[in-house]
DNA sequence: TTGAAAGCGCTAACAC
DNA sequence: GTGTTAGCGCTTTCAA
């Protein structure tokens, strides 16, 4: 059992003074060269860890971190995230951290800059944001750089070449895990990748899932399947929906790549009797009850309030113990069908 | 912005010591009905929340936990509950906590009441345990309880008055999630239920899936299915499976209870080209082998890793901040097929 | 029954 | 450059 050192244990050692270790284990200059090596020579010698709880307790700093995220009323899928944010705000208070939420309009790229705009007014120590529009989040990525203030994001990466924390899913495998899934259910037939453009999602969500999809049945090479591809807008969603049903009868199996897939399920459980099998994403509670009712068979579960609370717990803990945050940290991508879908843990 | 209350403003509210406020904080008793009062009105006026990092820094005491887990050289399935240890160790050790590994051997009764008995020894401030002997887990449970030890347990839950806190998965729902990806594989046919018996693993275990897997077929109702159920051992292991798959022409899909799905696979694959759906537990490297073959066609994960190291985190967590342990953490129950076996977190 | 004071390990300000 | 010291919020001891 290894004894536990202090930074007074250190310097009884080397024969100097707590300040000097203070200042060799933190680099902060203003040290003789023959005190820096007795230090050191100490330090080579034993495991030393100094005690992340003493360290926090003398600073007594108030850490603020904002949260940028877009707004459930706009969008039902970031409700989680609220959740998450909420277990964060509740579990980590008590040490001192002040975590604030604010909403953009997923819709509008003004509404993003603005939210960002107030943020960076509060000139807190740490943003967590959900960069979805890819333009824009360069943008304020780098002026967040200039401020000084940390930046994790999540549920989608953008390239950013300074340092960033990225919490998500690997889109292009989730595609392929939606293949799968259609293929080990349908032996053969027409298979179709719906988008619904809600044309405020950066298409290259879209495009990574489609791809991974589309890689796994190339694999494949089989002549059992067709690959279809429809893309899908409000106003007319239904009659275009309806059209291509009725215009593909050997369809067996749809892809849908957003968490939309319940007005997919909709439409078809209205038109037709004839199975076709249904994998989409997420579980709004409009997926959930397809599930069970076995109009959708698989969703794909990306996680959204994980995401948003692991973003805030890494900063958190980085700040208070300095834990290293993972800079690219991809979420489990789980399949959830009408049995295990009760018991998924924290969303 | 609500502002951070110490022990010292409540003093200061309050006209009392710190001292005075902490008696009351913690029930220490010696407190006079005025300075009761004083305190309780203004506790209740504030939101107070103890710092719980200054809490834990005077003690100065080191945490001593141990670790009670089958031996992974006897049974390769508590592999990754080492690495969950590990991960634990490093990420705790830091906080003065000391954990310590003790194994025992999965098939030995005699050995894990051993084993407890060298843990009682040391008189740790908790241990975390894997009850798979149902009687002598009771035994050891009831004195850890006299002995005034923190006991957490995981991988399966035993019923115990007293305190004790659990880790693990809903079996019977995940022989209910099993059932499901079988009927979505098969359209009809014999399925059947193999348990393999290391006569070790208590049998509940596998009741609980098998009553799982049946509680679905038999809500189903339908006549497309039949469902067998089969007991291997080793010695014989392979000729009975043989001999049972060739009596059972119908034979399309075949559910393990055990992590030895990969034996049923091996088998399979010698002796027949018929496709036989396979869905079986956990993700040892031959079971992986075989998903990714086709042999095998889902996994359900039992997160192994996850729950030794839950289970230490949350015990830490209690004595350092003064946290609540989930006294029945349900993990969710994961389905992993050849496309997203490599994307899971943590094992 | 109560208040005062020391001290946990570390940081930071301040003398020397 | 370096040692000393005060102090973070809390617990615990000790004297009153």
Known sequence: ??????????????????????????????????????????????DFKPNPIAKNLKSNKVYRICVLVPDPIKDVYWKPCLNGINDAILELGAFGVNI??????????????????????????????????????????????????????????????????????????????????????????????????????????????????????????????????????LPDFESVLTKFIDEHPNL????VTTSKTYQVADVIQKITNKKIALVGYDLLNENIKHLKKGTIDFLIHQHPRQQAYLGLKFLVEHFLFDKKIPSNLLLPIDIINSENVNVIMND
Request: contains cysteine; glycine residues 6%; positive net charge.
């Open 100 to 233: 604030e939420t604010v909403f953009f309009n997923p819709t509008s790229t003004k509404s993003f800059l603005e939210a960002n705009l107030l943020v960076q007014k509060k000139l807190p120590d740490a943003v967590l944001l959900v960069p979805i529009f890819n333009t824009e989040a360069l943008i304020v990525l780098e002026d967040y750089k200039n401020l000084g203030i940390k930046v994790s994001t999540f549920n989608n990466n953008i390239e950013f070449g300074s340092v960033k924390n990225f919490i998500g899913q690997d889109l292009f495998q989730s595609g392929r895990v939606a293949a799968k899934l259609l293929h080990c259910i349908v032996p053969k037939g027409d298979i179709a990748i719906l988008h619904i453009n809600e044309n405020y999602e950066n298409a290259v969500f879209m495009q990574e899932k489609e791809k991974g999809f589309e890689n796994y049945f190339n694999e494949l090479n089989s002549s059992d399947f067709t690959i279809l591809k429809e893309k899908l807008k």
């Open 1 to 46: 059992m290894l004894k536990k050192y202090t930074i007074r244990d250190i310097a009884e050692l080397a024969g100097v003074s707590k300040g000097t270790v203070d200042r060799v284990l933190h680099n902060r200059g203003k040290v003789s060269e023959t005190a820096l090596k007795k230090v050191n020579k100490v330090l080579d010698k034993i």
């Open 252 to 255: 067996t199996g749809i892809f």
